[in-house]
T-cell receptor, first 111, second 104 residues
C-alpha cells in the first residue's frame, strides 16, 4: 500500500521557470491538499480539493495552480517560480472525518 | 474563521520531565481535533485524535470546550519524543507547530 506518493523529492529551479509537483494517492480518498512548510510558519494550506473536478484556495494560493481530474492525482503547478517559493511542500489526502495521510515532501529551492 | 494557535515554537525539557504542548483553537462547528508528529527526516503522521480518546506512545490530549483547548501531554518525556508536533482542528488546518527537544 503506497499511500500518498510525491515526486520529485528534491528540485532546484531558476527564477521564472515553471514546474509541476506530482501527488498521487491509492486510498480512494476524497480530500487532497497541498501545504508549504516554512520555519516558524508551520503548515500553510495552498490549495485543496474535496473531490474530482473540485478545487479551492487555501491560505497562500498565489503563484500556484492545481487541478483534480481524477480521484488519485492532485498536481501542484508553479507557473513562474520565485525565490519566495523556496520551501518544503507536502501533499496530503483524507476521507470525510478521517485523519490526513501525508506524502514524504518535496524540497524546492528557487535560485 | 478557523484558527489554531500553538503558542510555543520550542519546548525544551530533560528526559523524564512532564511535557505539555499547548493548542488553542477557534472553530465554527464541531472540531475534529488531531495531533500530528513529524520526526526528523520523516513525513508527518497522525499521533492521536480526540474522537478515539486514545493514548499513543504515552501521550494523551484532552478537549476542554470551555477553554477551546486540546493540549498534548506526557508525564515522562523520552529522548525519542523529540520532534515537531502539529495540532489540527480538522483535516485541512494545522497550527504553526511546536518543536519538542528532550535532552538526556
Amino acid at each position: 500500500n503506497a499511500g500518498v506518493t510525491q515526486t520529485p523529492k528534491f528540485q532546484v529551479l531558476k527564477t521564472g521557470q515553471s514546474m509541476t509537483l506530482q501527488c498521487a494517492q491509492d486510498m480512494n480518498h476524497e480530500y487532497m491538499s497541498w501545504y508549504r512548510q516554512d520555519p516558524g510558519m508551520g503548515l500553510r494550506l495552498i490549495h485543496y480539493s474535496v473531490g474530482a473536478g473540485i478545487t479551492d484556495q487555501g491560505e497562500v494560493p498565489n503563484g500556484y495552480n492545481v487541478s483534480r481530474s481524477t480521484t488519485e492525482d492532485f498536481p501542484l503547478r508553479l507557473l513562474s517560480a520565485a525565490p519566495s517559493q523556496t520551501s518544503v511542500y507536502f501533499c496530503a489526502s483524507s476521507n470525510t472525518g478521517g485523519r490526513a495521510f501525508f506524502g514524504q515532501g518535496t524540497r524546492l529551492t528557487v535560485v | 474563521a478557523q484558527r489554531v494557535t500553538q503558542p510555543e515554537k520550542l519546548l525544551s525539557v530533560f528526559k523524564g520531565a512532564p511535557v505539555e504542548l499547548k493548542c488553542n483553537y477557534s472553530y465554527s462547528g464541531s472540531p475534529e481535533l488531531f495531533w500530528y508528529v513529524q520526526y526528523s527526516r520523516q513525513r508527518l503522521q497522525l499521533l492521536l485524535r480526540h474522537i478515539s480518546r486514545e493514548s499513543i506512545k504515552g501521550f494523551t490530549a484532552d478537549l476542554n470546550k470551555g477553554e477551546t483547548s486540546f493540549h498534548l501531554k506526557k508525564p515522562f518525556a523520552q529522548e525519542e519524543d523529540s520532534a515537531m508536533y502539529y495540532c489540527a482542528p480538522n483535516k485541512l488546518i494545522f497550527g504553526a507547530g511546536t518543536r519538542l527537544a528532550v535532552h538526556p
